[in-house]
Antibody, heavy 119, light 107 residues
Framework: QVQLVESGGGVVQPGTSLRLSCAASGFTFSSYAMHWVRQAPGKGLEWVAVISHDGNIRNYADSVRGRFTISRDSSKNTLFLQMTSLRADDTAVYFC????????????WGQGTLVTVSS | DIQMTQSPSALAASVGDRVTITCRASQSISRFLNWYQQKPGHAPNLLIYETSSLESGVPSKFSGSGSGTDFTLDISSLQPEDSATYYCQQSYSMPYNFGQGTKLEIK
């Protein structure tokens, strides 16, 4: 069965960096685009970033462009989100999600990992 | 960027009722509109994709319609387990923005 397991969240100070991981299993990881979506405490869903199945195409929300980098290692079936220059408003639960082919709806989601940016 | 606006932001209904949630896109998205259900402390769950296609395993009490800029999610025969927040999302063009959510309470 498809499983997505995020890790790497924690409490960090403003201006620092953090890397999130999403371990995928139960499907051919290299065939699917993957997304990151976040949810600030008590707020709605915010789309963050996407990477194509082959890693060649990446897109970002304006709120994170230039600070976050999405990447993938298909040899390890793992998706990453490198976050730099973190701000208080980056505090959220970060979900990774698989996009159904070719890259439309998000059909499987991880359980999320909490990132708290606070001094 | 395409902005997604849901209404209402919250609603309360009784067991057995039928409710409709509306999602409007700031420009045409054809039929690339998806609906998710999220319960507190859980990840979102895909309910409906491409406006009206029911995701596998989702009960037929959920249905979607629309095209262009205006879309609806209908939920019939409400049960206590339908209490959740519902989000629309466009997958027509990047960024794949979500609506702000509709919190459904079952009285």
């Amino acid at each position: 069965q498809v499983q997505l397991v995020e890790s790497g969240g924690g409490v960090v100070q403003p201006g620092t960096s953090l890397r999130l991981s999403c371990a995928a299993s139960g499907f051919t990881f290299s065939s699917y685009a993957m997304h990151w979506v976040r949810q600030a405490p008590g707020k709605g869903l915010e789309w963050v970033a996407v990477i194509s199945h082959d890693g060649n195409i990446r897109n970002y929300a304006d709120s994170v462009r230039g600070r976050f980098t999405i990447s993938r290692d298909s040899s390890k079936n793992t998706l990453f989100l490198q976050m730099t220059s973190l701000r208080a408003d980056d505090t959220a639960v970060y979900f990774c999600a698989r996009a159904r082919l070719p890259d439309t709806e998000l059909d499987y989601w991880g359980q999320g990992t909490l990132v708290t940016v606070s001094s | 960027d395409i902005q997604m606006t849901q209404s209402p932001s919250a609603l309360a209904a009784s067991v057995g009722d039928r409710v409709t949630i509306t999602c409007r896109a700031s420009q045409s998205i054809s039929r690339f509109l998806n609906w998710y259900q999220q319960k507190p402390g859980h990840a979102p769950n895909l309910l409906i994709y491409e406006t009206s296609s029911l995701e596998s395993g989702v009960p037929s009490k959920f249905s979607g319609s629309g095209s262009g800029t205006d879309f609806t999610l209908d939920i019939s025969s409400l049960q206590p387990e339908d209490s959740a927040t519902y989000y629309c999302q466009q997958s027509y063009s990047m960024p794949y923005n979500f609506g702000q959510g509709t919190k459904l309470e079952i009285k």
